[in-house]
C-alpha cells in the first residue's frame, strides 16, 4: 500500500478550516499517549498546557507580551518569505535594533521626554533595517547566499552586544556585570492594562497595514509575483534587487523594533542575551501563518501559548522543560502535514492497484 | 608533539564534526532538498551514540548507533516533506525542535557518566578523522564520475525532467535525506564518543548550523567543503592561540572571527558567478509531486 | 469541575501560606529557577543537586517546585508564575535573573526571594553566593607545586567579578609557592560548549602549559589533559570519573546546607533577609579529595584549605599588587568582601586585558 498525493483543482476551504483543528487533535492523541508514557494523567497534563494558560487574566497579558515579539517578526518575515526571499538572521536584527535603541538611554541617561521613547523605537527600526540590508546588498551586488550571511551576522552582532555590555556599556554602579543602567521612565514603554506594554500594539498595527499591503495594494502584487513567478514580474518591470533590499529592510525594520520593544519592557536594560531566540522561533510563527499576516498573528499567539504551557506543566506537574520542547516540535510537525490537506487529496493504494494504474 | 603538530591536530579534530554533517547535507541538497534539521539530527545522534556506547560497552555500536539515530529523525523529516510536500524550512526548524527536546528526555540518566573506551586511532589520528577524508572522496566521486550522481544532480537541477526520464525523484531525494541523516547522526556521534567522551544536553551548540552554512560556502561541492571545514576550524583555534599571546585584542572579536571570515569568503566566491551558478542546484527546497 | 476546585484550594492555600509567612509552618512549597538545563553537569546540575538534597532532608515538608532553561527575558513571567502558584520561597539562580527577582519580590511581599550571585537585596529577597576563589586559592598552589613548566592554562567563561576573583586568586596561591609562575587565559565566551572547550584547553597545552584550570562547566578540558598526560582541576562538580589520572581536586559547588537552612527557616518562621557569602567553611565550596600528587602536596592543600576555613589565611590578604603596578588592602588584613565582589582588576603577573 502506498500513500499518493493528488493535487486539488483548488485550495480546499473546508480543509484550510479543519486541517490546524485536525493536528490539534492528533497532537493531543499523541501528548497524551507521551503523557501516560511518563506515569501522568494525560487529561491534567493536556488542561495545564493548553487551558490553564487562558484560565487567569495574568497569564492571558503574558500570552500577549510573549506573542508581541513573535507576531512582529513573523509579519515581516512572511513577506520575506513569499517574494522568496531567505531571511534567517532576525534573530540578529532583532538584537541590532535593540543595541540601535538602546544607545539613547546609555548615552544620555538624563533626556526624559516622550521624545526619548520615539527616538528610541526609530533608532531601533533603523539598527534592525541597516542590519538586514547587509545581507541584502550582499546578494544584490556579489551573489551571496542570503542564508548563510544572514544567520552568520547573528553570531557577529550577538558577540558585539556581549562586548558593549561587558565594555564600553557597563553599568558603572553595576559591580562590573555585564549589564547596561536600567531603563526608567519614558526609556519604557508604557503599560496598557495589567502587564500588557505599548508594545503590543506596534504587532498589531504592522498584522493590519501588512494585511492590506499583502491583500490591496500594488506593492503585495509585486511581492506576491517576484516570489512565484519572478521572470513574469521582470517582464512586469519590477526589479529583483529593489525585492530583495525591500524584504531584507521591511523584515529587519520590524526585527529591529522587536528588540527595541523588549528593552523597553520586558528587558528593561541591555545585556548579554536579550532574546531567548525569537528571531529563529518567528520562522516557524511565520510558516505556521501560511505566511499570511493575519495567519501569523494566530500562529504567534499559539506559539505563545505553547511556551506558556510548557512552564506551566514544569511548575504545575512537575514535566521537565524537555517534554514541553518534544511537544512542541510535535505540534509543528502535525500542522506542517495537515497543511498538504489544503492543497492536496490523499490516497492510499494497494500495490496491485498502483500496478494496474501504471499499466492502462 | 612539537606545537605546530598539536594545533594542526587540534583543528583536524574540531573540524571534523563539521564536515562529516556538511557532507550529508551536501548530498541532501544537491537531491534539492533542503534540511535545516542538521542540528536536531547531530545532537540525536550524539545522545544515541552516548548512550549504546555506554551501555553496550562498544564504541563501534555506539557510531552505529548514532548513524540509526540520524537516520531515524532524517525519515521522519523525509516523510513530511517529500511524502507529504510540507515546507522544508518549516519542517527542517521543527526537527531541530524536536532532536533538541528528544536527546534531552534520552540522555538524562547518562548526564554524568564516563565512558570506558573511544574508537581506535589509525597513525595516532582518530578513526573518524580518516574515514571523514574518505567520505569526501567518496561524495565527490559519486556525484561526478558515476551514474547515481549524475541522477541525484539531476533531480535537483530539474526534478520535472527527471520524472520524465523515469528517475524515482522522491525515491532518489529519500536515498539523500537518509544519507545526510546519517552523517549528521555521525556527526553527532562523533561529538559525543571521541571528540569530548560525555553526554550534556544541546552538547552539540550550534554546529548543525555552521555544517549547513559551510554547504552553501563550498558552493556544494565536496572537496571545498573540506577545505572550508578546516578553515572554520583553523580561524576558531587562532582565535585561542591568539588569546593566549596577550595582544589585548577584545575575546569576542576572535570569536567571531570564523564568521566574519565565512562571510568575506562566501562573498569572494559567490562573486564568481559562472561557478556558483553553475552548482547550485536549481530545485533546491523545491516540493516535488508527480503529475499523472 | 475537579480542576476549578483544585485551583480553588490551591488559591486558599497560597493565601493561607501568605498569612502564616511570619509563623511557623507545616509544609512549604519551594521553588527554584534554573537558567540552564539540568543535564549540563555543571552550574544549575549542582543546583539541582542540592534540591535533591532538600527533598531528601526534609521529605513531606517541603514541596519542590522546579522550572529549567529559563531565559533572562522569560525569566519575569517565570518567577511571577511561581509565586502565584503558591510558592514561600523561591531561588533564582542566574546572576541575570536579578531585575526580575525584584521586580516580582515587590509585587509579593509576603513571598521570600532569594537571589543567587546578586547584589541587590530587599525585605523579602536574600542575595547567596560561594566565595569560589577561596578554593581556587588552593588549586593555584597545586598547580605551582605540580607544574614541570612553569606556566598553567586556565579557560574562562565571562568576564564578571566571580571569574576574575578566581583567576586572581589561583595566581596569587600559585605565587605563593612560585613568584615567576604564569597563567595563560583563554577566554571562551561561553559557560558550556564541551567541543570549544576542548579545543581551548588543547591550544592551552600546546603553548606550554602542563596544568589546566577551568572557570567553564563541561569536563571537556579535564578529558583533553586525561588523554595527554597532563594534570587538572574539575570544576562545579568531582569530575575524577572522567579523569582518573588527571584531576588533581575539584572544586566543588555544594548548595544543599544552604538550601536546607533557608527552606528550614521558612518552615521555622525565622527567615530573614539578608546577603550571605559562603565559601569553605560553611561547605558551600567543596574541595574533592587531593589525587595524582605527591603526599607533600597533598598536605600543603589540606593545611591550606584548613587555614582559610578556620579565618586564619584570606587569599586576597593585602598588600597585593595589581596588574597596573598600584598596591590595593592593608598589610596583613583581607580585602573587604565588596572588592572582591565587584573585582574588575588582575593582579601582577597576569598576561591578559580585561575589558573596560
Redesign the interface.
Known amino acids: 500500500m502506498r ?1 499518493v ?3 486539488r483543482a483548488e485550495r480546499s476551504q473546508m480543509a484550510a478550516l479543519f486541517s490546524p483543528i485536525l493536528a490539534l487533535l492528533l497532537t493531543v492523541i499523541t501528548g497524551a499517549i507521551i503523557f501516560s508514557l511518563r506515569g501522568l494523567n494525560p487529561l491534567d497534563a493536556l488542561y495545564v498546557y493548553f487551558v490553564e494558560p487562558l484560565t487567569a487574566q495574568w497569564s492571558i497579558e503574558q500570552l500577549l507580551v510573549k506573542a508581541t515579539p513573535l507576531v512582529l517578526i513573523g509579519a515581516g518575515l512572511s513577506v520575506c ?1 513569499l517574494a522568496n526571499v ?1 531571511n534567517i538572521g532576525a534573530e540578529g536584527q532583532l538584537t541590532m535594533g535593540a543595541i540601535f535603541g538602546g544607545m539613547i538611554p546609555v548615552m544620555f541617561p538624563a533626556w526624559q521626554s516622550p521624545l526619548t521613547l520615539v527616538a528610541m523605537l526609530v533608532m531601533g527600526v533603523i539598527g534592525g533595517m541597516a542590519y538586514g540590508a547587509i545581507p541584502a546588498l ?1 546578494k544584490n551586488r ?4 542570503e ?3 544572514s ?3 547573528v ?2 552582532v550577538q ?2 552586544l ?2 558593549l555590555v ?2 564600553p556599556w557597563r553599568d558603572p554602579a553595576g559591580f562590573n556585570f555585564p549589564k547596561s543602567i536600567t531603563f526608567e521612565g519614558w526609556q519604557l514603554l508604557p503599560y496598557l492594562f495589567g502587564s500588557v506594554h505599548a508594545g503590543v500594539l506596534f504587532a498589531v498595527a504592522a498584522v493590519i497595514v501588512l494585511a492590506i499591503m499583502m491583500a490591496r495594494m500594488l506593492k503585495g502584487f509585486e511581492v506576491r509575483v517576484m516570489g512565484s513567478a519572478p521572470r513574469a514580474g521582470r517582464f512586469a518591470g519590477f526589479s529583483r534587487e529593489r525585492m530583495v533590499m525591500f524584504s531584507f529592510m521591511l523584515s529587519g525594520g520590524l526585527a529591529g523594533l522587536a528588540g527595541v520593544t523588549e528593552i523597553a519592557s520586558v528587558v528593561g536594560q541591555l545585556q548579554p542575551t536579550i532574546s531567548p531566540g525569537y528571531g ?1 522561533a518567528a ?2 510563527v511565520a ?2 501563518g501560511r505566511l499570511n499576516p493575519i495567519g501569523v498573528l494566530i500562529a504567534g499567539l499559539l506559539l505563545a501559548l505553547s511556551y506558556l504551557g510548557g512552564e506551566a506543566a514544569q511548575i504545575t506537574l512537575g514535566i ?11 505540534l ?2 502535525f500542522i ?2 495537515c ?2 490537506l489544503i492543497l ?1 487529496r490523499i490516497r492510499f493504494e494497494t500495490s496491485r492497484r498502483a500496478a494496474l ?1 501504471a499499466a492502462e | 608533539m612539537d ?1 605546530f603538530t ?2 594542526l ?2 583543528i583536524i579534530t ?1 573540524a571534523t ?1 563539521l564536515l562529516l554533517a556538511a557532507l550529508g547535507e551536501l548530498v541532501t541538497e544537491r537531491s534539492g532538498v533542503l534540511n535545516l534539521g542538521v542540528e536536531g539530527m547531530m545532537v540525536m545522534g550524539a545522545v544515541s551514540g552516548f548512550g549504546a556506547a555506554f551501555l553496550s560497552g562498544s564504541p563501534y555500536v555506539g557510531i552505529l548507533a548514532a548513524i540509526a539515530a540520524g537516520m531515524a529523525m532524517a525519515v ?1 523529516f523525509g516523510f ?1 516533506t517529500l ?5 522544508q ?3 527542517g ?3 531541530t ?6 536527546s ?2 534520552i ?2 540518566s547518562f ?4 565512558l570506558a573506551t573511544k574508537p581506535g586511532n589509525v597513525f595516532g589520528i582518530d578513526i573518524l578523522v580518516v574515514f571523514s577524508l574518505l567520505l569526501t572522496a567518496a561524495v565527490s566521486y559519486v556525484l561526478f564520475r558515476t551514474k547515481v550522481g549524475l541522477i541525484i544532480r539531476a533531480v535537483g537541477d530539474n526534478h520535472g525532467s527527471a520524472h520524465a526520464l523515469g528517475y524515482g525523484v522522491i525515491a532518489v531525494r529519500y536515498a539523500c535525506v537518509l544519507f545526510g541523516g546519517a552523517c549528521s547522526g555521525l556527526a553527532g556521534g562523533y ?1 559525543s564518543l571521541v ?9 552539540t ?1 550550534g ?1 548543525g ?1 555552521i555544517a ?2 559551510l554547504v ?2 563550498a558552493s556544494w561541492l565536496p572537496w571545498r567543503t573540506c577545505a572550508g571545514a578546516y578553515l572554520f576550524g583553523a580561524i ?2 587562532l582565535a ?2 591568539v ?2 599571546l ?1 595582544w ?1 585584542i ?4 576572535l ?2 572571527l570564523p ?2 571570515v ?2 568575506a569568503a ?3 566566491i ?2 564568481n ?1 559562472l561557478l ?1 551558478r553553475a552548482n547550485t542546484p536549481a530545485c533546491l527546497g523545491q516540493a516535488f ?1 508527480p ?2 | 469541575m475537579k480542576k476549578l476546585m483544585l485551583s480553588a484550594t490551591a488559591f486558599a492555600l497560597a493565601l493561607g501560606m501568605a498569612a502564616a509567612s511570619a509563623s511557623a509552618a507545616d509544609k512549604v512549597k519551594a521553588c527554584w529557577v534554573y537558567v540552564g ?6 552550574w544549575t ?1 549542582q543546583h539541582n543537586q542540592g534540591v535533591e538534597a532538600v527533598k531528601k532532608e526534609l521529605g513531606d515538608k517541603v514541596e519542590a517546585v522546579i522550572v529549567e532553561n529559563v531565559a533572562e527575558a522569560d525569566s519575569e513571567r517565570a518567577i511571577e508564575r511561581l509565586a502565584r502558584d503558591g510558592c514561600a520561597i523561591i531561588f533564582t539562580t542566574s546572576f541575570g535573573f536579578m531585575e526580575p527577582t525584584l521586580k516580582v519580590a515587590k509585587k509579593f511581599p509576603d513571598v521570600k526571594f532569594e537571589h543567587a550571585t546578586g547584589y541587590k537585596t530587599a525585605d523579602n529577597v536574600t542575595t547567596y553566593n560561594a566565595k569560589f576563589h577561596e578554593g581556587r586559592y588552593v588549586i593555584g598552589q597545586i598547580a605551582a607545586k605540580m607544574s614541570k613548566t612553569g606556566v598553567a ?1 586556565y579557560i574562562v567563561s565571562f568576564p564578571i567579578p566571580e571569574v576574575v576573583s578566581g583567576i586572581n586568586a589561583f595566581m596569587l596561591g600559585a605565587q605563593s609557592i612560585n613568584p615567576d609562575f604564569k597563567v ?4 571562551a ?2 559557560w ?9 584547553a ?6 606550554g602549559a602542563d596544568i589546566i584550570a577551568q572557570h567553564t562547566d ?3 578540558a579535564l ?1 583533553v589533559a586525561e588523554e595527554q598526560g597532563k594534570q587538572g582541576f574539575g570544576q562545579a ?1 568531582d569530575m575524577i ?2 579523569a582518573p589520572k588527571a584531576q588533581l581536586t575539584a572544586i566543588v559547588d555544594n548548595w544543599a546546607p544552604y538550601y536546607i537552612r533557608r527552606v528550614n527557616d521558612v518552615l521555622n518562621g525565622t527567615w530573614k533577609s539578608q546577603s550571605s557569602w559562603d565559601g569553605m567553611a560553611e561547605g558551600t565550596v567543596n574541595i574533592a579529595p587531593f589525587t595524582n600528587m605527591p603526599d607533600d602536596v597533598a598536605k600543603m592543600a589540606t593545611e591550606t584549605a584548613e587555614a582559610i576555613k578556620t579565618g586564619k589565611l584570606h587569599p586576597f590578604t593585602g598588600p597585593i599588587t595589581k596588574q597596573d603596578g598600584t598596591v590595593v588592602g592593608e598589610a596583613g588584613k583581607g580585602l573587604p568582601d565588596g572588592d572582591i565582589l565587584g573585582m574588575n582588576w588582575y593582579v601582577k603577573g597576569i ?3 580585561l ?1 573596560q
Open positions: 500513500l498525493l493528488e493535487k518569505y531567505w550582499l556579489f551573489h551571496a547566499n542564508i548563510l550571511t544567520l552568520m551576522l553570531y557577529v558577540l558585539f556581549d562586548w561587558r565594555g529563529f520562522i516557524i510558516f505556521l521537565s522543560d524537555k517534554i514541553a520542547k518534544v511537544f512542541q516540535g510535535i509543528l510537525f506542517l502535514a497543511d498538504t492536496y494504474a | 606545537m598539536a594545533i591536530l587540534t574540531a564534526p521522519l513530511l511524502t507529504l510536500v510540507a515546507n524550512v518549516a519542517a526548524l521543527a526537527l525542535l524536536l532532536g533538541l527536546g528528544l534531552g528526555l540522555g538524562e548526564v554524568g557518566q564516563p561529538l571528540y569530548t567522551p560525555q553526554w550534556v544536553e544541546n552538547m551548540a554546529r548550523w549547513l552554512a552553501v560556502f576558531s583555534i585561542y592561540t588569546q593566549t596577550g589585548g577584545p575575546s569576542q572579536f570569536s567571531s564568521y566574519l565565512t562571510i562566501l562573498v569572494v559567490s562573486g558567478r556558483t509531486v503529475d499523472r | 538545563a539540568i543535564g549540563d553537569f555543571g546540575y592554562g595563560k587565559i583563554v577566554w565566551n561561553t558550556y560548549d564541551p567541543g570549544k572547550e576542548a579545543d581551548a588543547k591550544v592551552l597545552f600546546s603553548q563541561s569536563t571537556a578529558q562538580s570519573k572522567f598576561d591578559d586585558t575589558p
